[in-house]
């Protein structure tokens, strides 16, 4: 007796259902109606870009963007088929929760692997699609794409079509040797033992306030006092300390040629490319003759590793990289590596020799044995934080130099003064007020940084391997 009729029933029914279906329509209006009549509660007639009333009232209309919904994480994934079976709605309810456990970061770092090598960076797709759509195009950019596990190639792009000349001072141009002070129509060539004693002195200066200031290998007082004058009554034989003053004469003329606006108009890049890959063009950098001279003795002294020939090696690779000889510049930096690694073997093997240069403990000698310790210290650091920028970098390998950084201090710059000449003495000075040495120990730390911020993000790869995606 107390059931509704069905006309009753049916009446109620189709009325829930229409305000269902008006709540509905409702809730669509208002998501995508315009702000303005969001905040006068009116419809919007959802015109686009400008709705009927903003166009009326000239007033801006945004309709903003859609706000994403939020899934409840407890909420399970439902079918609306009724095939599924409730072991796949299992299985799918679980995927989507392990997913929401690791969130979009945790996806992302999953699917792709810490990299710091530029060719390795050079191949994600999107780098890639930028480099390729470079006008004009990017020369050599296909070999470093055909082959990304060879980081070398990076360094050989270019590399063959600058090839440098190989004449010494005997072809220097006319106006090079009146720089030089010889007479440019002299009968007999020139050689280096014709060269002023105070031409070169002066280049030097040019060099350890300048290059040696940014790489502190070299110690001015020691070379100035032994090394320079040893070479001038050798007369510029063989050996490694006459190939050491060499590059310092060519390091020399570079910076004179960058001060004084000459630059490197040689080495800019030419309006058209070879057509042949074997036609090769000769570049005359600054300095060049005197880096040919270093080149002719080098191999005479390329088998020993005394405190010289580490230098040397430094000072070519410097001299190359200026020239943009990538690749030999890279080859005289792991040379440089491989002679400081034997030099400090011999002194392993006699430790107290060892310790004595470094702390400068012996009874003789004491301020020029400290200073021979120390320029060691100096040539350590600088091949290992170039072993590390290149190894970061194009993933270059190391010598495992990195293995005696226990046993090698930091550099110490020591104060000492020796010498009577008072010009050497006010250079000393303006060294120590440039403060060359602390910038040179910050470049030491930072290198330390790196390397442990790269090797906490090898190891956080290695601890949390990437996961399959399912």
């Known amino acids: 007796m107390d059931a509704e009729p069905s006309s009753v029933a049916s009446s ?53 963007s859609p706000k994403p919904t939020n899934i409840p994480a407890s909420l399970p994934i439902e079918y609306s088929g ?46 890639r699609q930028t480099l390729e759509n470079v006008r004009p195009k990017i020369p050599g950019l296909q070999a470093i794409f055909q082959r990304p596990d060879f980081s070398s190639v990076l360094l050989e792009q270019r590399g063959d079509a600058r090839r440098l000349p190989r004449g010494g001072v005997e072809s220097m141009a006319s106006q090079d040797r009146i720089a030089l002070g010889i007479a440019p129509d002299g ?29 502190p290998v070299l110690d001015r007082q020691h070379f100035m006092g032994v090394v320079f004058p040893r070479v001038l009554m050798n007369n510029f034989d063989e050996d490694a300390s006459s190939t050491l003053l060499c590059l310092v004469l060519a390091l020399a003329e570079v910076a004179i040629a960058d001060v004084s606006g000459r630059g490197f108009l040689s080495f800019q890049d030419q309006p058209r490319e070879p057509d042949d890959t074997t036609e090769r063009t000769e570049h005359r950098p600054p300095g060049i003759e005197f880096f040919n001279e ?15 020939n580490v230098q040397m090696y430094i000072l070519t690779g410097l001299y190359y990289e200026s020239c943009s000889q990538h690749t030999e510049s890279w080859k005289m930096t792991i040379s440089a590596s491989l002679a400081c690694h034997a030099l400090i073997a011999k002194y392993e093997l006699q430790q107290d020799s060892l310790t004595a240069r470094l702390t400068g403990t012996y009874s003789s000698h004491t301020e020029l044995n400290a200073a021979h310790g120390d320029q060691i210290c100096r040539a350590f650091w600088y091949c290992s934080i170039a072993e590390t920028s290149l190894q970061l ?42 403060h060359y040495g602390e910038i040179f120990v910050y470049q030491i730390s930072l290198r330390n940084l790196s390397v442990k911020v790269y090797d906490g993000l090898e190891q956080g790869e290695l601890s949390h391997p990437r996961q399959p995606v399912t």
Request: proline residues 5%; hydrophobic residues 30%.
């Open 393 to 434: 970098e194009l993933q270059l390998p190391l010598t495992g130099l990195d293995k005696l950084e226990p046993s090698i201090q930091m550099p110490q710059f020591p104060e000492y003064i020796t010498t009577t000449d008072q010009l050497l003495r006010a250079q000393m000075y303006n060294d120590r007020m440039s």
């Open 294 to 308: 270093a080149r002719r003795r080098l191999g005479f002294s390329m088998g020993g590793y005394s405190l010289e």
């Open 12 to 64: 109620w029914a189709g009325s829930a259902a229409g305000k269902s279906a008006y709540r509905k329509e409702r809730g669509h209006i208002a998501q995508r109606a315009c702000e303005v009549c969001r905040r006068r509660k009116q419809k919007c007639d959802e015109e686009k870009p400008t709705c009927g009333y903003c166009l009326k009232a000239q007033l801006e209309c945004d309709y903003g």
């Open 187 to 215: 009968p007999s060539p020139v050689q280096m033992t014709t060269i002023s004693p105070h031409i070169l002195e002066d280049h030097a200066r040019i060099y350890f306030n300048t290059f040696n200031r940014i790489h």
């Open 82 to 127: 009724g095939s599924s079976s409730s072991s796949d709605r299992a299985s799918s309810t679980a995927i989507l929760q392990h997913s929401r456990r690791l969130g979009p970061t945790s996806q992302h770092q999953a699917a792709r692997r810490y990299a710091s090598a530029a060719n390795k960076i050079m191949a994600w797709p999107a780098v």
